[in-house]
């Protein structure tokens, strides 16, 4: 009896020949039995979406509208295998969507997902390739994010790189990202080679070929050879050439990185000044701010959790707190009006606002953030509830409505439950019972101790 692996190779045969025939419809079916049956083999997949593309003419969307209620339908089976981390049915059922629409981003991400839970790397690089390439969703920032996580736990730091740049083009505000593309950079550097011994930083080895051509274990020998101490190498570097800004930023996301913090910022200091104070590094200096005053909080209330009686630790630890919380306003006030277009730094600064009961500064902010598909949901909820406390309930309750058919019992049980407590007190409220009962009955349905929905519907029943 023939493998699957022989299987597979006859069928990527017959598929191959199909291709070549322009009968896309069986190089497609063939192709599929192939990734089926083999699904690490990053030929075949390539091969199957290739012709999944040439069977939809390349049009970017697929079967189109007749296909909608199938796909809605495979996607929650796919969402209730993910939740089971069923990675074998995730893959198959990402895999039956996708040959109705071969661009979908989320079932490309599915797929990628579950081959890296399986180790099928290369195949999981190539469906998030998909995922935010054309026809897909390349400003999906949360796609973007995987897919450069994906590539820097492989080692690829230079791709990671230009992804995480692409991450933080989308949302300027996000300092992991800025990170993460520094460090990427520098991770590339010191594969590439060693600092001190070259003309430049590509014309030496990996850390990991030093080591083995000095036949010693990395975790036991001392930090005395180029390329295994960061830090060294990246001061003798600057030595070499002082107004590098690159080498400063360089440094200062390695000390940031280590938690040096106050050398950190001392470091991007030094490359602002190299810079004539580029606005880039201004940021990553106020982030650096930022967390300076956030472990000063968290050991502040640290201190006062450990002596409860003591009103002064209490009040010290909130006055860090308020100092942290005006100064995450004030940059971020800045940045809002610098990045006009950043809806994430806007939905940022509105949940500062709400914090401070601030309602008419949050509402217009949170309005705002709500018109990007990825923040819609998380803004409309921030929104209605900053309308409740704002004695708005007409316009609190339509933000929970516009949310709660993008909620999913499934997916989101915390939320959802959430959703429909708010609009059903506000039914109640209103002295609108049946409408305020029918909330109540969604939440009873999954979640009969919900809080005190039942004895709020017993009274109503009364």
């Known amino acids: ?10 069928c990527w045969q017959k598929g191959a020949q199909a291709v070549n025939n322009e009968d896309f419809d069986y190089a497609t079916d063939m192709f599929y039995k192939s990734v089926t049956l083999v699904p690490d083999n990053l030929a075949y997949r390539q091969s199957l979406r290739t012709a999944e593309f040439k069977k939809y003419d390349n049009n970017m969307k697929g079967a189109g ?11 929650a089976k796919v969402s209730r295998a993910k939740s ?16 109705l629409n071969p661009w979908d981003a989320g079932l490309n991400a599915a797929v990628g997902k579950a081959c890296h839970q399986r180790g099928h790397t290369t195949v999981a690089i190539f469906a998030y390739q998909v995922a935010v390439g054309p026809g897909g969703e390349p400003d999906n920032i949360n796609l973007q994010r995987e897919f450069a996580k994906l590539l820097q736990a492989d080692e690829k730091f230079k791709e990671a790189a230009v992804v995480w740049k692409k991450v933080h083009k989308l949302d300027p505000n996000d300092g992991e990202a800025r990170s993460n593309e520094t460090a990427c950079q520098f991770e590339d550097a010191r594969k590439v080679g060693r600092y001190d011994e070259a003309g430049s930083t590509r014309d030496v080895m990996p850390t990991h070929e030093v080591n083995k051509r000095l036949g010693t274990n990395p975790k036991n020998q001392q930090a005395d050879a180029p390329g295994m101490d960061p830090e060294k190498d990246l001061l003798h570097a600057i030595r070499k050439d002082p107004d590098s800004i690159e ?24 490359a602002l000044e190299l810079s004539d104070d580029d606005q880039n590094i201004k940021e990553m200096i106020e982030d650096i701010e930022l967390k300076q005053l956030a472990k000063k909080v968290e050991n502040a209330r640290n201190m006062a959790i450990a002596s409860l009686d003591d009103e002064a630790l209490k009040k010290q630890a909130g006055k860090l707190a308020r100092q942290l919380l005006d100064r995450e306003i004030e940059i971020y006030a800045e940045r809002t009006e610098r990045y006009p277009q950043n809806k994430r730094l806007k939905f940022d600064l509105a949940k500062r606002y709400q914090r401070l009961k601030r309602w008419s500064d949050a509402i217009p902010l949170f309005q705002q953030a709500s018109l990007d598909p990825r923040l819609e949901v998380e803004a409309l909820i ?8 704002d004695n708005k309930a007409q316009l609190a309750q339509k933000q929970f409505i516009k949310a709660l058919p993008k909620i999913s019992s499934e997916d989101h049980p915390g939320i959802f439950k959430d959703l429909h407590y708010y609009l059903a007190r506000i039914y109640e409220q209103a002295k609108k019972n049946e409408e305020a009962e029918d909330h109540y009955g969604e939440i009873l349905a999954i979640d009969y101790d919900y809080k005190d929905v039942l004895a709020r519907m017993e009274k109503m029943a009364e």
């Open 247 to 270: 080498l400063h930023q360089k440094l200062g996301e390695f000390y940031k990185e280590k938690e040096q913090l106050e050398k950190a910022k001392e470091t991007y200091q030094k």
């Open 1 to 10: 009896m023939s493998s699957a692996e022989d299987i597979a190779k006859l």
């Open 382 to 389: 921030a929104l209605g509830k900053c309308f409740l406390q």
């Open 84 to 99: 089971k981390s069923n990675w074998d049915d995730v893959d198959k059922l990402a895999e039956e969507g996708l040959l």
């Open 65 to 75: 509208m007749m296909s909608r209620p199938k796909l809605v339908r495979i996607r």
